[in-house]
């Protein structure tokens, strides 16, 4: 039987919960800097073409599996939906106001340091995580006081490539010196997590506890705090 000695987690509804959204958490310091650089169009209006520029960037990086930085779509917003300079300073500006706005959507799992520190003492661990920013994913893993049980953090926007594309899982497996066979992986999403995971070989442990998806039984759990009590770390 093969032992399973790499466990790899997901971030943003696995380690945290969080709200995907884009305009719910309220962004009014957002567009008082857009107002501030010569935009001239209500919060709704700003809204509006903020959620409209992000799908532009979502689908063709559903087609591709390129990984896109909050920079980049900061400054595509600004040129093609605001018709404002893509300023470097103005676009990080921007950047920071929008991502402590958007932050307020991020819970953290009182017991998830106590799980990290139990699953770091008989297994290898490691991050693997879509991000638009890798700073914003590591000052959270130190603001949590769990950067130190990580052996790597691999995030899509500083590979390239985004969950599902099998590179990123084979990066995170080279970098730690992982098997596919002995690992495990855990996170949210059926298709970035499950189907990416088990693409190049690993089990994955899906946090659905809706039932929404067909995985069996014995890989499905209700949170990352179940991880503990599977069978699967047995294996």
């Not at 001239?40 to 532009?56: D, N, S």
């Not at 939906?81 to 706005?101: G, I």
């Not at 969950?163 to 855990?186: M, N, W």
């Amino acid at each position: 039987m093969t032992r399973t000695t790499h466990i790899f987690f997901d971030f943003f509804g696995t380690l945290v919960e969080y709200s995907a959204s884009r305009t719910e958490q309220g962004y009014e310091r957002s567009h008082q800097v857009l107002l501030s650089n010569g935009a001239a169009l209500t919060y709704e209006r700003f809204l509006e073409k903020w959620a409209a520029t992000w799908r532009t960037f979502d689908l063709q990086a559903e087609a591709n599996h390129d990984e896109f930085s909050m920079d980049d779509v900061v400054s595509g917003f600004f040129e093609k939906a605001l018709a404002l300079s893509a300023d470097p300073d103005k676009v990080r500006h921007f950047r920071d106001v929008y991502l402590k706005e958007w932050n307020k959507g991020v819970q953290y799992i009182a017991e998830v340091p106590a799980l990290l520190k139990q699953l770091s003492e008989s297994h290898t661990l490691a991050l693997v995580t879509n991000t638009h920013s890798a700073d914003f994913v590591h000052q959270h893993l130190r603001n949590i006081g769990v950067s130190h049980f990580f052996s790597a953090v691999v995030t899509s926007v500083e590979h390239g490539k985004r969950k599902p594309h099998a590179s990123i899982f084979e990066e995170a497996l080279r970098i730690t010196k992982g098997r596919s066979d002995q690992s495990i992986y855990v996170g949210d999403s059926f298709q970035a997590d499950y189907i990416g995971s088990t693409g190049v070989g690993m089990r994955c442990l899906l946090i659905d506890p809706q039932k929404l998806h067909g995985v069996r039984e014995e890989d499905r759990i209700e949170s990352v705090l179940d991880v503990c009590r599977s069978p699967a770390l047995d294996a």
